[in-house]
């Protein structure tokens, strides 16, 4: 089977640094630092999927060919020379790129007849691709699409849970063994973002190998208006925490749901950053560093941790606490709260149906710690809590 690859190596980038995305800021965050992201993760589904395909897994021999640009838009992320993948490059990644050169690899790919395009970036990057399959016809439209996640945003139903889910998926399709399914195309929306309104836009459909387990599914538009009362409950519960503990130092994630808590304490938290809460001191839309260092002041005397709690809340309709839109998170800053000090915040809409929570931190070591634990405390309600399992993948 031929496979197309995409990678879009300037998704993900501003995630540590507080970016809401990469969008045209590309060259500012590496400046200021950032490491490549989309990339990385893409090189570690490609080592998952050779090492499948080398495996009694395979159990009907398939041949997976790689077919794509080299350098930083694909090969470069493939190991090996010989790969243990075999290779087919259709041309050379330019030195600068942009989301034309996106359009441009998806039509050299529907014309070289790949049967999947297995893609590597985050929301953004999904809607060039379907964008362009759109306007090549009603049998590009169809073209299979396998997300390796890897941007800041991923909404979006085509991504995989985790790079090498994404690598199950695609020899699973190989195979034979996965149908085709109908999925949405989500992405914030700009427009209304710039009022201060948080808000998913549906912008197409895509079709996508379909696997409730390695697939995460897309993001839910609309939070329920009448669960109100609710927000108010959990925000009066995390008052308590600080009347009990006036040290208590909260790291508040992102998200709806949050800010919707803040109001009722009076706060005005930012709808896709992170904030941390510490007295009447609140530090806004802190990036890795910042967080970093905000944390690491919070000791006593014998450089012992202080009280401290992260607030996080899933995502509807896809369970992800960690690894979705709040990559300041990255493995160091986890670390330095620890997993006892993590709290799940979750309103009843976003409980419906939602047996496990995903963890994605960018580090295979720290989600493994993550999945030991098995649970992870989620509020519900004033002074009501429930245990929620960690999925496993």
């Not at 020379?81 to 330019?94: E, I, K, N, R, V």
């Not at 949405?184 to 201060?196: A, C, F, I, R, S």
């Not at 387990?213 to 009448?226: H, L, N």
């Not at 002041?297 to 014998?302: A, E, P």
Request: with cysteine; hydrophobic share 40%.
């Amino acid at each position: 089977m031929r496979i197309g690859l995409l990678v879009n190596p300037d998704a993900g980038l501003g995630g540590k640094l507080g970016f809401k995305g990469s969008d045209g800021r590309a060259a500012e965050a590496r400046a200021a630092g950032a490491e490549d992201r989309a990339g990385p993760r893409m090189n570690r589904c490609l080592q998952h999927l050779a090492s499948l395909t080398a495996s009694s897994l395979n159990r009907s021999n398939v041949a997976l060919t790689l077919v794509g640009w080299s350098g930083r838009m694909g090969g470069a992320w493939v190991d090996g020379d010989p790969s243990p993948l075999a290779t087919h490059w259709l041309g050379t990644t330019p030195d600068e790129t942009h989301p034309e050169d996106t359009a441009q690899l998806v039509r050299d790919l529907v014309e070289a007849n790949v049967e999947a395009i297995l893609y590597a970036g985050g929301d953004g990057t999904t809607r060039d691709i379907v964008n362009t399959l759109n306007a090549l016809g009603p049998d590009a439209r169809n073209m299979a699409l396998i997300g390796v996640p890897g941007g800041v945003k991923m909404h979006s139903g085509c991504f995989a849970t985790t790079p090498k889910a994404a690598a199950e998926v695609a020899l699973s399709f190989a195979l034979g063994d996965l149908r085709t399914a109908i999925t949405e195309v989500m992405d914030l929306d700009e427009d209304v973002y710039q009022e201060g309104v948080w808000k998913v836009r549906m912008y197409g459909e895509a079709w996508t190998p379909s696997s409730p387990r390695f697939m995460q599914g897309a993001k839910e538009q609309v939070e329920r208006v009448s669960e109100e009362d609710t927000i108010e409950a959990l925000a009066h519960h995390v008052s308590t925490l600080l009347e009990d503990e006036p040290d208590l130092m909260v790291v508040w994630g992102s998200g709806g749901t949050l800010r919707r808590m803040g109001e009722h304490l009076g706060l005005e938290l930012t709808l896709l950053g992170i904030d941390v809460q510490h007295g009447s001191m609140v530090h806004s839309d802190l990036n890795e560093a910042g967080l970093l260092d905000i944390i690491a002041g919070h000791v006593d005397g014998n450089g012992e941790q202080r009280p401290l709690v992260l607030l996080l809340s899933p995502m509807g309709g896809q369970g992800f606490l960690i690894g979705r839109g709040n990559l300041q998170l990255s493995p160091s800053v986890l670390r330095s709260i620890g997993h006892s000090n993590i709290l799940g915040v979750a309103t009843p809409s976003k409980l419906i149906g939602l047996d496990a929570v995903r963890i994605d931190t960018g580090e295979e070591a720290l989600d493994a710690e993550f999945q030991a634990k098995r649970f992870i405390k989620i509020l519900q309600g004033f002074r009501t809590t429930r245990l929620l399992r960690v999925a496993d993948v």
